[in-house]
């Protein structure tokens, strides 16, 4: 009975993962879908006004521009579904080295200062320490932090501070 049991524990467990795991999945494919949608329709959208003949170069430059940006995020959306593909096949190489994590905290932040002024958030840093050295991988812990700061400028209600806390556990 005990054994019976086990089996009819573990068997649950196992199905209650693949229905998170495919979850999960579609979850991500709807995530990607949307994401790849915003910089694609923003190309083809340029593409549009750079056939008109009629416009002067300034435009013409300024659009060539709003190409090059929506073409590097597209890249960089296509770089990180790489980056989980490998994760989840566990294929990932890391980097590590020594790394002041509330530096790279700041350096992303000042990054991405331009979106968060643009909903005045103002971002109150709490630390214990001057400084956390950790051995971990610099450009994929500057994903993560760019990762954060956008969604904070993305979802924070405007004219409202969001607080960071920072300390040894």
Same mark, same amino acid.
């Not at 200062?113 to 450009?139: F, G, M, P, R, T």
């Not at 501070?161 to 040894?168: A, G, L, S, W």
């Given at each position: 009975?005990?054994?019976?049991?086990?089996?009819?524990?573990? &068997?649950?467990? $196992?199905?209650?993962?693949?229905?998170?795991?495919?979850?999960?999945?579609?979850?991500?494919?709807?995530?990607?879908?949307?994401?790849?949608?915003?910089? /694609?329709?923003?190309?083809?959208?340029?593409?549009?006004? /750079?056939?008109?003949?009629?416009?002067?170069?300034?435009?013409?430059?300024?659009?060539?521009?709003?190409?090059?940006?929506?073409?590097?995020?597209?890249?960089?959306?296509?770089?990180?579904? &790489?980056?989980?593909?490998?994760?989840?096949?566990?294929? *990932?190489?890391?980097?590590?080295?020594? *790394?002041?994590?509330?530096? /790279?905290?700041?350096?992303?932040?000042? +990054?991405? +200062?331009?979106?968060?002024? $643009?909903?005045?958030?103002?971002? *109150?840093?709490?630390?214990?320490?001057?400084?956390?050295?950790?051995?971990?991988?610099?450009?994929?812990?500057?994903? *993560? &932090?760019?990762?954060? &700061?956008?969604?904070?400028?993305?979802? $924070?209600? $405007?004219?409202?501070?969001?607080?960071?806390?920072?300390?040894?556990?």
């Amino acid at each position: 009975k005990e054994e019976l049991q086990l089996v009819r524990t573990g &068997f649950k467990k $196992a199905v209650d993962e693949e229905v998170k795991s495919t979850r999960m999945k579609t979850e991500l494919i709807t995530n990607v879908s949307h994401d790849l949608k915003t910089p /694609l329709t923003g190309l083809r959208n340029y593409i549009e006004l /750079l056939q008109d003949k009629s416009i002067d170069n300034d435009h013409q430059k300024e659009y060539i521009q709003k190409l090059e940006h929506y073409v590097l995020k597209l890249s960089t959306l296509i770089e990180d579904l &790489f980056e989980i593909s490998k994760v989840n096949s566990g294929n *990932i190489q890391l980097k590590r080295m020594n *790394i002041d994590v509330i530096e /790279l905290l700041y350096q992303t932040q000042s +990054e991405l +200062e331009e979106q968060l002024s $643009a909903k005045s958030l103002d971002i *109150i840093v709490n630390n214990q320490k001057e400084n956390y050295i950790l051995c971990l991988d610099n450009q994929k812990t500057y994903r *993560i &932090f760019e990762n954060l &700061f956008i969604n904070i400028s993305k979802y $924070a209600l $405007a004219h409202t501070r969001v607080y960071i806390d920072i300390y040894d556990d």
